[in-house]
């Protein structure tokens, strides 16, 4: 099946930039919008860093752990498995947020692949094609925020 394609330098290059321009640049520079997600590593403890593309669910951001169609997890994933707690940098604004993984068989994973898909020009499909594992989705609500399901209809939010 599929590994991790692109190159390796373009991830890394885009967080830089966005983090050493305080996020004036990076949030659209892919012609997409991407966040800055910071996690804890779960075995070192140390602050981790991705760049990702993110799509709205009503307050909830969501990212997809695609890992670009790659046969394994990306290394954030593990970490939000272990402290869903997160912190958020999309453009100049930071957030504290609580992540909740959705996998398939979750009532709301086909209505955040159609988010994710139309945000990202329907690269989720492509990325589901490459790889036998399912890829997640992560929605994440500014911490304090209301509690609201991801589910909720969108005259509910």
């Given amino acids: 099946m599929g590994t991790s394609t692109g190159p390796a ?10 983090q050493h321009t305080a996020g004036r640049l990076g949030h659209g520079i892919i012609g997409v919008p991407a966040l800055l997600l910071h996690t804890t590593g ?18 909830a951001y969501v990212v ?23 912190q958020l ?17 979750d009532a709301d994973y086909p209505r955040l692949l159609a988010v994710m898909n139309a945000v990202n020009r329907n690269r989720y499909d492509l990325y589901r094609a490459r790889t036998a594992r399912p890829i997640p ?16 209809p969108a005259e509910a939010r």
């Fill in 64 to 86: 997809a752990a695609s890992n670009y169609g790659g046969d394994h997890d990306p290394m954030w994933l593990g970490n939000i498995r272990a402290d869903a707690r997160v």
């Fill in 42 to 59: 779960r075995r070192s403890g140390v602050r981790r860093t991705a760049a990702l593309v993110y799509g709205r669910d009503g307050s």
């Fill in 137 to 152: 989705f992560v929605a994440m609500r500014e911490a304090g925020a209301a509690s609201v399901s991801v589910s909720a």
């Fill in 89 to 105: 940098q999309v453009a100049r604004r930071h957030l504290e947020a609580e992540a909740r993984i959705v996998l398939p068989g």
């Fill in 9 to 18: 330098f373009v991830p890394r290059m885009h967080r830089w930039l966005y």
